[in-house]
């Protein structure tokens, strides 16, 4: 498979790609639209309850109104028609109700004796007492008022009137026009609230869904996404007969990075891994981000070729350096290869045995990527039986420290020794460092560990000065993982301090692996421990990162040859030819030299003769404790 026919034609591609996926879902977009359709029918009832309230209520204050002026109207033909009761001039009393006609509103008006006999009246002329039925409907049809004539508090007869409600209607009418060109203006500005509020909840929700599924810092998927679209691939993948590959990958010195640099270039790291990893993985390929630096690129229809093709493609994408806020960091990656349904057949199965995988590849070495075979189980329950048995090593007393001689080649006089660490479990015996420190390291245990090293080795070597051994040179091991994050710089000093112990006897060994990265930051921490006057030593030099730029940066004192250039010289010309140029860079610059894994006299006698003039290894002594 060609690297050209797997990137993207732009970073884009994946945008798109990410915001096809994020799009709502049609249930829950038809769930908005009947939550629509309700909140509108809910506004317009609420504004029709009130309008018809602010109907009722003015209707009743007019009738109110309209009944106090014809009680008023009332009240005087009443005091004119009393007496003409009583007189029986029923003519009067016809001509005293004909005053009605001066108001239009009055319908008729009639007198009533006690018994109920009818008196006089007055009609108005073409009217008709009964109302339209409209006006009944709605309850401005005609309104009847009546009441008692008295006379010296005697009632003497009833008038009783009847009245159109016109005028009333009229007014209402206006009223009602008013009140429903407000509802329906209040229904139009509700209406333009409730959709603009719409929109607002509809970008909270598609924003929730986006946080729910997608990283926040680099925009890809994240654990939960991650997790769904896995089924639903391997759910296609068993249904058509195919096969999936999932690489779960983590970024190689990251850790080291975020803890000198900080969280800020860490979080700028991680978005740049993403835009990288954006041009190389295909546009049918799902690349999440489960957190921190854990990556994974789930690979529809690819067997074991295809995948360990793209694992490549990533890898050397990730080799480079990345421009970071003026800082050129170098990272890499390792890669954990499971194949479906080989390795596993769910999601959890799956990322196990990739998980399992990817601690294979950083275990031969990292920059690189492993499949997954059964015998990575047992590795891995051994790894949790590991980590858990070393948090309680230290509080148990399991851990101690050994010494290996450092002599002079020429002489063999001993001048210093190396401090190693063993751990003697009780229930997993004898534990090699090679196992137990990338535990420490990857845990973060590494800086408890590297603590009780430095006090140790204070602590024996004060007592070898106590015993007049006044030329030794001890040297500690440092872990890349421990050097970073200026706490080694107090460690030391308090290690020193807890001893009394003079720097000058103190060497800190350090890995070319903690060159890398942030390598100002690697300076200013190698300056103070230089100024501590501790001697500072670049461990196993020849196999790692180091250049002759960073050596003549650094404060270095000494330079210690791995022991895979030492073993077969003579007799390799290779090795001789390796060991004899960094004798000789060393010589010019002015750094000691130490060989490691000396085994034979002729070695011995070469390395010394070619200047080297220090050495340790079985020749001169195993480690051991100190008693």
Request: proline letters at 4%; charged letters at 20%.
């Amino acid at each position: 498979m060609k690297f050209a026919s797997m990137a993207h034609d732009s970073g884009l591609t994946l945008i798109h790609r990410i915001a096809r996926m994020s799009q709502t879902p049609k249930p829950l977009a038809d769930h908005r639209r009947g939550w629509d359709r309700l909140n509108w029918l809910s506004t317009a009832l609420a504004l029709g309850i009130a309008t018809l309230l602010l109907i009722s209520s003015e209707t009743t204050t007019l009738r109110e109104d309209f009944q106090h002026r014809l009680a008023t109207q009332a009240s005087l033909v009443a005091a004119n028609s009393a007496a003409a009761v009583v007189f029986q001039d029923a003519l009067s009393a016809r001509d005293n109700l004909a005053a009605f006609r001066h108001s239009p509103e009055i319908l008729s008006a009639r007198i009533f004796l006690p018994g109920g006999t009818l008196f006089a009246d007055y009609h108005k002329g073409g009217a008709n007492e009964e109302s339209p039925p409209w006006a009944r409907l709605l309850g401005l049809d005609r309104i009847e008022y009546q009441r008692p004539l008295r006379l010296e508090n005697m009632t003497v007869a009833e008038i009783r009137l009847v009245a159109d409600l016109e005028p009333l209607r009229a007014r209402m009418l206006g009223f009602i026009a008013v009140v429903l060109g407000a509802a329906l203006f209040g229904l139009f500005i509700a209406q333009a609230l409730m959709a603009r509020l719409r929109r607002a909840m509809r970008r909270a929700e598609d924003d929730m869904v986006r946080m729910a599924h997608y990283d926040t810092l680099t925009g890809l998927p994240n654990r939960a996404f991650f997790e769904i679209h896995t089924e639903q691939v391997l759910a296609r993948a068993a249904a058509a007969g195919q096969r999936a590959a999932l690489l779960f990958f983590d970024l190689d010195n990251f850790k080291v990075v975020n803890d000198s640099l900080g969280h800020p270039i860490g979080d700028q790291l991680l978005k740049a891994v993403a835009a990288q990893l954006g041009q190389v993985v295909r546009q049918s390929d799902n690349l999440s981000r489960l957190g921190g630096d854990e990556f994974t690129l789930l690979i529809e229809g690819a067997d074991q070729h295809q995948a360990s093709a793209i694992a490549e493609h990533v890898i050397q994408a990730l080799h480079q350096p990345f421009p970071i806020d003026g800082h050129e960091l170098s990272i890499g990656a390792s890669i954990g290869i499971a194949l479906y349904p080989d390795d596993g057949d769910s999601v959890d199965k799956l990322l196990r045995s990739a998980d399992s995988a990817l601690y294979a590849a950083k275990a031969a070495g990292k920059h690189t990527w492993r499949f997954f075979s059964a015998a990575m189980d047992e590795q891995a329950q051994h790894r949790l039986v590991l980590e858990a048995g070393l948090h309680r090593a230290l509080d148990r007393g399991e851990l101690r420290m050994v010494y290996q001689p450092i002599v002079d080649l020429g002489s063999g006089h001993l001048i210093g020794y190396e401090a190693l660490m063993r751990w003697n479990s009780p229930e997993l015996g004898e534990v090699l460092p090679a196992q137990f420190i990338p535990v420490a390291e990857e845990t973060g245990l590494i800086h408890a560990l590297g603590d009780f090293a430095l006090r140790s080795a204070c602590a024996q070597t004060r007592c070898w000065l106590d015993e007049g051994r006044t030329e030794l040179v001890v040297s500690v091991n440092v872990s890349a993982r421990q050097f970073y994050g200026r706490g080694l710089v107090e460690s030391v000093r308090q290690a020193l301090a807890a001893a009394n112990l003079p720097p000058s006897h103190l060497d800190l060994e350090i890995t070319e692996t903690a060159l890398m990265g942030a390598e100002q930051e690697v300076v200013d921490i190698l300056n103070d421990l230089h100024a501590l006057g501790v001697s500072l030593s670049l461990d196993d030099f020849g196999i790692g990162y180091a250049s002759l730029s960073q050596l003549k940066r650094l404060p270095i004192h000494k330079l210690k040859i791995d022991r895979n250039f030492v073993m077969d010289i003579p007799q390799d010309s290779d090795d001789v030819a390796i060991t004899t140029a960094i004798v000789g860079m060393a010589e010019a610059l002015g750094l000691s030299v130490v060989a490691e894994g000396v085994e034979t006299r002729e070695q011995q006698a070469f390395l010394a003769a070619l200047g080297c003039h220090r050495g340790q290894g079985y020749l001169f002594g195993k480690p051991e404790p100190a008693e």
